[in-house]
């Protein structure tokens, strides 16, 4: 019995790489496939410090954060900083990731977490969707397309730094 879920389990690994990434014996007219995690990077309020509640969080223009994936032998394979815009979003495009196993497939290997805020007031890291330990890559069926460039976006996070102090609230 569990001769045949690994079976399942490694076939369904091979079917899912090979939906996102062509082989390697492609044609000059196929489209390059590239990998890009998305997502969004806020300030948590104080009136929710210490849970994962995102609300009254305002969004953090410039802050970084980094994707960091490891191969199948737990060895980091792709490491780089991202920032974000304006509007607290980043679009991290993974130039020079690369799978050299069914196991480094970007679900399982790629893992988001925040590194800095430019916020004084508000430059502590939070646990939220697991910053610390690294937010894990969500497939929500996005893909960006182009003549010649085709990317399939993941997401991470939300993901959150928090204010170092918060004043107390006062009950009457």
């Given at each position: 019995?569990?001769?045949?879920q690994?079976?399942?389990?490694?076939?369904?690994?091979l079917?899912?790489?090979?939906?996102?990434?062509?082989?390697t014996?492609?044609?000059?007219?196929?489209?390059?496939?590239?990998v890009?995690v998305?997502?969004?990077?806020?300030?948590?309020?104080c009136?929710?410090?210490?849970?994962?509640?995102m609300t009254?969080?305002?969004?953090?223009?410039s802050?970084?954060?980094?994707?960091?994936c490891?191969?199948?032998?737990?060895?980091?394979?792709?490491?780089k900083?991202?920032?974000?815009?304006?509007?607290?979003?980043?679009?991290?495009?993974?130039?020079?990731?690369?799978?050299?196993?069914?196991?480094?497939?970007?679900l399982?290997?790629?893992?988001?977490?925040?590194?800095?805020?430019?916020l004084?007031?508000?430059?502590?890291l939070?646990?939220?969707?697991?910053?610390?330990?690294?937010a894990?890559?969500?497939?929500?069926?996005?893909?960006?397309?182009?003549?010649?460039?085709?990317?399939?976006?993941?997401?991470?996070?939300?993901?959150?730094?928090?204010?170092?102090s918060?004043?107390?609230?006062?009950?009457?």
């Amino acid at each position: 019995m569990a001769g045949r879920q690994l079976i399942v389990l490694v076939s369904s690994l091979l079917l899912t790489v090979l939906a996102f990434f062509p082989s390697t014996t492609a044609t000059e007219h196929q489209k390059k496939i590239d990998v890009v995690v998305e997502g969004m990077v806020y300030c948590q309020s104080c009136d929710h410090s210490g849970t994962w509640s995102m609300t009254g969080a305002k969004p953090i223009p410039s802050a970084k954060i980094s994707v960091i994936c490891k191969n199948h032998k737990d060895q980091v394979s792709f490491y780089k900083a991202f920032q974000t815009n304006a509007d607290g979003y980043f679009y991290a495009h993974l130039d020079g990731f690369k799978m050299n196993h069914m196991l480094d497939h970007p679900l399982q290997a790629c893992h988001v977490k925040p590194v800095s805020s430019p916020l004084e007031d508000c430059r502590l890291l939070s646990n939220i969707n697991y910053g610390l330990s690294g937010a894990p890559l969500r497939y929500e069926d996005k893909r960006v397309m182009g003549s010649s460039y085709e990317a399939v976006v993941f997401s991470a996070g939300p993901l959150a730094f928090r204010p170092e102090s918060c004043t107390p609230k006062t009950h009457y």
